[in-house]
């Protein structure tokens, strides 16, 4: 079966940095493309970033893409968001999404799994 599991979140000050990481597992990971969606309460997931299987080409939403970006280490399995300079309309809870078996694009949806998420708060 197919796991993701987030971890890195927590509650930062505004102008802090947080590195979020989804280990992955069940899956040939670098077949697959990988995504970061954030939740703010009483919406619906809201794409953040994503990065095709190989790494080489990425999505990043335009509101945060000076301050955030999206890796992967294929030999983990992981795949992580840095984020820095954070505010606290970033505050949501950020999960980790794959799409299984697509070409080598970062693609804004269609994402069959999901992590249970990580919670970001940023806050003074």
């Known amino acids: 079966q197919v796991r993701l599991v987030e971890s890195g979140g927590g509650l930062v000050l505004p102008g802090g940095s947080l590195r979020l990481s989804c280990g992955a597992s069940?899956?040939?990971?670098?077949?697959?493309?990988m995504a970061w969606f954030r939740q703010f309460p009483g919406k619906r997931r809201e794409f953040v970033a994503a990065?095709?299987?190989?790494?080489?080409?990425?999505r990043v939403l335009e509101s945060v893409k000076d301050r955030f970006r999206i890796t992967r280490d294929n030999a983990r399995s992981t795949v992580y968001l840095q984020m820095n300079n954070l505010k606290p309309e970033d505050t949501a809870l950020y999960f980790c999404?794959?799409?299984?078996?697509?070409?080598?694009?970062?693609?804004?949806?269609?994402?069959?799994?999901w992590g249970q998420g990580t919670q970001v708060t940023v806050s003074s």
């Open positions: 999404g794959a799409e299984l078996n697509v070409r080598d694009v970062p693609n804004f949806d269609g994402y069959n799994y």
């Open positions: 069940g899956l040939t990971f670098a077949n697959a493309a």
């Open positions: 990065i095709g299987g190989s790494g080489r080409s990425t």
